[in-house]
Structures are given as C-alpha cells and as structure tokens.
C-alpha cells in the first residue's frame, strides 16, 4: 500500500504561480496529478513514469511542469501562468501497471492522495 500526502495548493490571481507537492510512502512506476472542478469528471493534468517520460493535457503544456525526486518519493507540479479555468480540486495519483506503460487514465490509478485545492481569480 502507497501512500500520497499532497501540499502546496491555494489562492492566486490569474498569471500567478503555484507549485504542488506530493510525498509518496513507496515506490510506484506511475504518478501524476489530476484535477477535478465542481460539476466535471476529474482529468488528467500530467503523468511522470519511472523513467523521466511525462505526459500533459494540451491545456497546460509550456505553463505546468511535473517532476519528481526519485531519492525522495516527492512528485511535484510547478504550474505558471495559471489562469481561471486551472481552478480545481489536484489529486496526486499513482500505480503500477501490469505492463509497462503509465495509463492516463484515472481510473486506472490505484493510489490516490488527500486532494489540494488550487483557486485561481481573475
């Protein structure tokens, strides 16, 4: 069993920076974050494998960055030049698949943090 402590969330204006952070109890071959807003089905934001490879939803890319210390179990997501419809609840996720691609699916991910909240004003 993994566990996934989330931190980092909060209140900025539109074209501020906010960066997450997720420490994981274990090893897991895939993590990423995802987010989900009142009244919509959580999505993908971002998806890291073991070996560096990331994913991104098309909103974000060239504004949000994932990353993770390996020596530390800590995932992170620096997002830039948030904007209004970022405003959502982020979830830090992870698993190991049977293969060995990272789905980037949440149903697919087994392990699942607390959530962060992150508003973003106009």
């Known amino acids: 069993q993994v566990q996934l402590v989330e931190s980092g969330g909060g209140s900025v204006q539109a074209g501020g920076s906010l960066r997450l952070s997720c420490a994981a109890s274990?090893?897991?071959?895939?993590m990423g974050w995802f987010r989900q807003a009142p009244g919509k089905e959580r999505e993908l934001v971002s998806i890291?494998?073991?070996?560096?490879?990331?994913s991104y939803q098309d909103s974000v890319k060239g504004r949000f960055t994932i990353s993770k210390d390996n020596a530390k179990d800590t995932l992170y997501l620096q997002m830039n030049s948030l904007k209004p419809e970022d405003t959502a609840m982020y979830y830090c996720?992870?698993?190991?698949?049977?293969?060995?691609?990272?789905?980037?699916?949440?149903?697919?991910?087994?392990?699942w943090g607390q959530g962060t909240q992150v508003t973003v004003s106009s």
């Open positions: 996720a992870a698993y190991n698949p049977l293969l060995y691609e990272c789905s980037t699916g949440a149903h697919d991910y087994g392990y």
């Open positions: 274990g090893y897991t071959h895939c």
């Open positions: 890291i494998r073991s070996d560096g490879r990331t």
